[in-house]
């Protein structure tokens, strides 16, 4: 669920800044203290997640999915330090994943390059390649409403999750979810071509 962001900055909020009613606040709902976290540690933690991956819009995306993570798991969330440590530590991570998604990427695009020199142009490539091509429109059909629009929002028009959320009116939480459910299903029907498809259609 995303809130959109007041610009007042009361008193009230700064005397949980830092503290642990902070997190007591933000664990049990109050609003005004997630909007004030989100001011505050937006930025940084935008310009520390770019210092890390060297891409703004990766980088946004991640801390957007951070803080959407955090108020649709607020009430489970677990913070030991302080809501600005917790954070950086979400980030930190979330960037260690991304680099190491971009360089499974890369290693399966090598594959898929040198199948094709291998492959050439004769005609049996052009069959597999015709096939490989029915079978994943097929897959993809197969999907439910649902999950099929957002696995596709992401995947053809390449939006973000935060997009998607906007333009379908769900959570950002709820397009993360029908994007692993597809993923899982799209792995499980196309088991038999893994090494020939793309990880943009089966890496989250």
Known sequence: MVFPLSTVYNIEEKIYVGTSMEIVELKAGNVKVYEAVFRRQYEPLCQYAYAILRNHDDAEDIVQRIFCKLWDKREKIEIRTSVNSYLQKMVHNACLN???????????????????????????????????????????????????????????????????????????????????????????????????????????
Do not use: W
């Open 98 to 204: 991304k680099i190491k998604q971009v360089q499974t990427q890369s290693e399966h695009h090598q594959q898929i390059a040198s199948y094709s020199v291998s492959a050439g142009n004769d005609v049996e490539y052009a069959v597999e390649y015709k096939e490989l091509s029915r079978q994943i429109e097929l897959a993809i059909a197969s999907l439910p409403q649902r999950c099929r629009e957002v696995f596709l929002l992401s995947r053809m028009q390449r939006l973000s999750y935060m997009e998607i959320a906007k333009k379908l009116q769900i959570s950002p939480n709820t397009v993360e979810t029908q994007i692993v459910k597809a993923l899982k299903k799209l792995r499980l029907r196309l088991k038999d071509y893994i090494l020939l498809i793309p990880l943009l259609f089966l890496n989250g």
